[in-house]
């Protein structure tokens, strides 16, 4: 198994352009999460999601949306790059819910110049 | 104010120390999870615990929930456990510690 995979791994956007975080998965997770964490800060949840068509709000999404038409995949999608959204992203899922640990991706590094 | 803080912020040990790292959380959980951040970035799930205590290894890990505390401990500490140690608080909307650097100095 890949486990928690995203693409890509590093990206410069300037200010105002969009783009679109990817991960997947291939364990059969239920719940997936995408986390940002800026230097000397603690992970932050942005949105998570507990099955395919369901979709939750974190604790700071604006600036984002997200979507799950599948149980594998969860993008991020950034619309409107701003600096304050320069940061690492992590995705993570979990088989159930939360009293199930979670399986981390290897994170991207998005600068917003 | 943060509802998860971490103690210390920073640790710097010699190899073979015993280590204890904190964790305190105001709003009543079902569980805490303790996550380790390798100096590359990468992040694995260490415990996730409700009650007592979970030994994996040289780690240990306490909680205590009336207290609203929890502890990692390190035993026979080594240089590759130099990494950042992270708490959360287990719900939907996970709450973050800001993380504990240890650095194990051979």
């Known amino acids: 198994n890949a486990g928690v995979t995203q693409t890509p791994k590093f990206r410069i956007l300037k200010i105002g352009q969009s783009m679109t975080l990817q991960c997947a998965q291939d364990?059969?997770?239920?719940?997936m999460y995408w986390y940002r964490q800026d230097p000397g800060m603690g992970l932050k949840l942005i949105y998570y999601s507990v099955g395919a068509g369901i979709t939750d709000k974190g604790e700071v999404p604006n600036g984002y949306n997200v979507s799950r038409s599948t149980t594998e995949d969860f993008p991020l999608r950034l619309e409107l790059a701003a600096p304050s959204q320069t940061s690492v992203y992590f995705c993570?899922?979990?088989?159930?819910?939360?009293?199930?640990?979670?399986?981390f991706g290897p994170g991207t590094r998005l600068t917003v110049t | 104010k943060n509802e998860v803080e971490q103690s210390p912020q920073n640790l710097t040990a010699q190899e073979g120390e015993f280590i204890t790292i904190n964790c305190s959380y105001s709003?009543?959980?079902?569980?805490l999870h303790w996550l380790q951040q390798h100096p590359g970035g990468g992040i694995v799930s260490l415990f996730m615990l409700s009650s007592g205590k979970k030994k994996h290894g040289r780690l240990i890990a306490t909680i205590n929930i009336q207290e609203k505390h929890s502890s990692l401990h390190i035993t026979a500490s080594h240089p590759r456990d130099s990494a950042v140690y992270i708490c959360?608080?287990?719900?939907?909307?996970?709450?973050f510690g800001a993380g504990t650097r240890l650095t194990v100095k051979p």
């Open positions: 993570a899922s979990s088989k159930q819910g939360e009293s199930y640990e979670q399986y």
């Open positions: 959360a608080d287990v719900r939907r909307d996970m709450r």
């Open positions: 364990m059969n997770h239920n719940y």
């Open positions: 709003v009543g959980i079902s569980a």
